[in-house]
């Protein structure tokens, strides 16, 4: 089964972008846990960003701790993760594209 089946097979619209576009599925769920988590604390507090803003802070942090930036990272951030790829990283674009489509999906 070439990949394209594969991901018509996996199931939801997100999965299958993820395979077509090589993010890596499980950082997906990763960040948008955290995501959520951020929109349910600032929901009292008047909201908070976008998640277009917060992915760009996301990823400003990510980035400082994966070696992308020049400058030693900071230590003790929770950008790292137990995720193994680095998809929004190394393609934010696609990244962002599969995280909205995860985050649409029904509950």
């Not at 948008?32 to 802070?57: T, V």
């Amino acid at each position: 089964m070439n990949v394209k089946a594969q991901a018509h097979a996996q199931g939801p619209d997100w999965r299958r972008r993820c395979a077509e576009l090589g993010v890596d599925a499980e950082e997906v769920g990763m960040v948008a846990s955290r995501f959520s988590a951020y929109r349910d604390f600032m929901a009292e507090r008047g909201g908070g960003m976008a998640l277009d803003a917060w992915f760009r802070f996301y990823l400003f942090e990510k980035q400082s701790e994966t070696g992308y930036q020049t400058g030693a990272p900071v230590s003790g951030c929770s950008a790292q993760g137990e995720a193994k790829g680095q998809s929004s990283v190394e393609n934010p674009r696609a990244f962002i594209e599969v995280l909205q489509l995860f985050l649409e999906q029904p509950r």
